[in-house]
């Protein structure tokens, strides 16, 4: 019960929060007049047509990402496969170290009795 309680209070306080933020920015946004719509246009329109910029294709940048993705991958897999392979040894090296000591102590106490 008091979690549902402590969940209805974040959820209403979340509610009371956004309900907030809108009543305080509506009137801002629609006292934004066309001539500042008409700006911003203007600004994007600009920078579109600087020749550094058209010059840089999206399907280029995310195949390059996913290159590169799959290079740390690949890495990753690598290194993940050689930690394995190291701690097989260690495991293996120690389970025969505990397997010959074992029996040696064994073997020395049951020759002492």
């Not at 969940?7 to 309900?19: D, T, Y």
């Not at 991958?73 to 050689?82: D, G, L, P, V």
């Not at 930690?83 to 049951?110: A, I, N, P, V």
Request: no cysteine; aromatic share 8%; proline share 3%.
């Amino acid at each position: 019960m008091g979690q549902f309680l402590i969940l209805l209070f974040v959820a209403l306080g979340s509610l009371g929060g956004i309900v907030f933020i809108l009543y305080r920015k509506i009137p801002a946004l629609l006292a934004l007049n066309q001539e500042e719509i008409h700006m911003r246009d203007f600004v994007r329109q600009g920078i579109k047509k600087i020749p550094v910029l058209q010059k840089i294709k999206p399907e280029e940048i995310l195949r390059g990402t996913l290159a590169k993705a799959r290079t740390i991958a690949s890495q990753t897999k690598i290194q993940k496969t050689e930690w394995l392979g190291k701690l097989r040894k260690k495991t293996e090296q120690h389970k025969e170290e505990f397997s010959e000591s074992y029996w040696d102590q064994l073997r020395k106490k049951t020759k002492k009795k």
